[in-house]
């Protein structure tokens, strides 16, 4: 299998480490891994392509390349330049924190792996969720690491993968929790965190001038039976389908009837 694997955090991100080390396990002996990953942290930049301006890469080694640009320019950036053939699957993560509820509209490990299902490749987005249980553990990626290819292997044996317009890909996040108390998988539909978002905050440098800091909320707050948060605060593993087509297909009949 050749894999592509990508994130948002960095080219140096641990989280990054841990995804290599899930693709190696599913590549094999006679598979392929390669990495093209942001050289500077990318995280929020959702599904943004660098359009207006070029984007300049640098090979750092065998399969291993960094490119200044967004997740979701990487993706392009290995398909169309640095690969010899197209992968057959792109991991994107492991992100460092949750990419669950509402997080998702802003993630750029979940933009990579868009990308990717646009460019017609299976894509996954992994990010491990932080918490008072496992942020301070030695590897706080270890339900990751020690749960990622299984959770994988069964993606791409029995899951879903087409579309008639846009293909599905999957949003994959591991609980605040060490690997031996990680439950079982959820299939989830993505939740919202009500009352909570992403806010900004003043503040007046030395020399006078005002800069805005975009402020967090917090992120342990249940969304309900049946979604990714939920299920990742009682131990589960939560996969979510998903695809980039924004329509509101629950509207349609009552847009429809009011503008007649």
């Not at 933009?111 to 987005?125: F, H, R």
């Not at 087409?162 to 293909?167: K, R, S, T």
């Not at 599905?168 to 919202?192: E, W």
């Not at 990714?228 to 509101?248: E, F």
Request: hydrophobic fraction near 40%; proline fraction near 6%; charged fraction near 20%.
């Amino acid at each position: 299998m050749r894999i592509l694997i990508t994130n948002d955090d960095g080219i140096n991100a641990p989280g990054l480490a841990t995804l290599e080390s899930i693709a190696h396990q599913l590549a094999g002996p006679e598979g392929e891994v390669w990495v093209v990953a942001p050289a500077f942290e990318q995280s929020g930049v959702a599904h943004c392509i660098s359009y207006a301006h070029p984007t300049m890469i640098s090979e750092l080694g065998p399969r291993r390349w960094a490119a200044e640009g967004s997740p979701a320019d990487c993706v392009l950036a290995a398909l169309y330049d640095v690969m010899p053939q197209r992968p057959d699957l792109v991991l994107s993560g492991v992100n460092r924190g949750n990419n669950a509820g509402e997080n998702c509209m802003y993630s750029g490990t979940i933009g990579a792996a868009m990308e990717a299902a646009l460019q017609d490749v299976k894509a996954i987005a992994l990010s491990q969720f932080f918490g008072d249980e496992n942020k301070d553990l030695d590897d706080p990626f270890e339900s990751a690491k020690a749960h990622g290819a299984a959770v994988i292997r069964k993606l791409l044996s029995s899951a879903p993968w087409g579309g008639e317009d846009y293909n599905l890909f999957y949003n994959v996040n591991f609980p605040p929790v060490p690997a031996a108390q990680t439950g079982g998988i959820a299939v989830t539909r993505q939740g919202r965190r009500q009352g909570s978002g992403f806010g900004v905050e003043a503040q007046m440098s030395p020399s006078g001038r005002r800069f805005l800091w975009v402020t967090g909320s917090p992120q342990n707050v249940e969304t309900g039976k049946g979604t990714d948060v939920s299920a990742n605060m009682a131990g589960q593993i939560s996969v979510t389908p998903m695809r980039a087509d924004l329509t509101a297909h629950d509207a349609m009949n009552d847009v429809e009837a009011a503008l007649k």
